[in-house]
């Protein structure tokens, strides 16, 4: 194969960015790359070829470096996988009129700046969706309906065979139903009153009250300065105002030890976990002492969100991930003390039964997305908020701005955390819960087009000001304004 010629006017392509963690210079991806090559989003870089790369303005050569043969190898590398480009070949950023759609979803390249597609304009996610077989450890978490009764089963000595996160949304609407009605188990369900929770959600738990009299139901809340101050921290930390739903394990947890209750389950859809679950997988390679207990699996969930390690520049998806636990809890640790107590206690002693967190297996559960809607209406009377036509996140009422600041900050190249909503909607679309032309439509409701007006009511009540954020050259800044 002929060698590919070095670029006159050398510069990186789009979407690439050479960033520092730590000591260590790296060449991150900002995007989704085709199948085959997604997993190589980011490239460490000896000094030498990092400096060169640093130098880079699209107007002049690569300088010699024939004294240092690495640095040349590393950059002959970059300019073969099209990294390194000629400056009139970079790509152009697209547009909501130039964009690219996905054939199989409606994933496309203005809100997902970065990513590939295929000869056949098939997106790099569908390409993971069709080679992966969900075989890893979130798929094992998951449980079926034989899975759940035979948990239930566990003599614990508890009133409940399961306690249910419970918000007033779809999915954990669903999740109550199913468990409490469908299967006739014990269940307690634990709602977090955040303040930000819609008023369509708080009228569907009192409606699952009536229609469900052998659940128990329990409502814990947090002091609104308490709250308020770690959304403005959470803000200037990692350029987002969420909480939910890390802080529940956090208040309920505990609660769920008292009880000797066997099972936590939460309304996760498997469409939310599916770039964990599909394109980048943890769990694809089995430990040589086999893949880890549910006990295991249930310490590690919660440690991941309580024990945090420091925050790191978000230059890989789970490093985002990561960072976000980890400012929650530097704003909140006071509500993390019993939990922290629980996994000290669970470390020390290997034989302490733990209530294991689970996952229902929606793709297998719901058939499609209306006909659990259907089903919820019928049979607790639920409603979806007014006006809004995605049947994604149907508790929150700032969801809109998440997905905003999602977006602003991925396209500044800030995180490497792709915008959730579209990413969910689409594997909705290729799992079968949701007709592609539905999904189009309800692509209107995310708040990707402008500043939602939900945005400007919150900074008011946050106390946070124009001037505030143009001062600001934290994560709130590049959340929202342009790079």
Known sequence: MPTQATPARPVLQYRWKLEKDGADSILVHYGLRNYGRHTQRAIKLEPAAAEMIRTLDGKRGIPDLSSDPGARTAIEDLVSQGILVDAPARRKPATPETRQVCVKCVNDDYILPGLEFDERG????????????????????????????????????SRFDAMVLFTGGKDSSFLLWYLGKKLGLRVLAAFWNMPYTSDSARDNIRRAMKRLPNVEFIERTVAWDVIKSAMCGQLHRVGMPCLCPTVAFALFYPLAVQEKIPLILAGIEEVQMAIMEYVFPKGAKTP??????????????????????????PVAYDMELANYHASIKEQLAPLYAPLDEILRAADANPGMEIPLIKRLNTNKSYGNWQDVVTL????????????????????????????????????????AFFPQSIVEISASVHFGLLPRDQALHQLDDLGYGKPPDVLFSMLADLGITDQDIDRSMDELHWALREE
């Open 376 to 415: 919820l209406q019928r049979e607790l009377d639920w409603q979806m908020p007014p006006g809004q036509k995605s049947m994604l996140h149907t508790s929150c009422r700032i969801e809109q701005v998440k997905d905003y600041m999602q977006f602003m900050r991925f396209r500044n190249m800030r995180t």
């Open 122 to 157: 098939v997106c790099a996610f569908c390409q993971c969706y069709e080679h992966s077989k969900g075989l890893n450890a979130l798929t094992a978490n998951a449980m079926t309906e034989e899975d759940l009764l035979d948990a239930a089963g566990r003599k614990t000595g």
């Open 288 to 313: 040589a002492a086999g893949p880890p207990s549910p006990r295991q699996q249930t310490l590690s969930f919660l440690k991941y969100r309580a024990m945090p390690g420091p925050i790191r520049p």
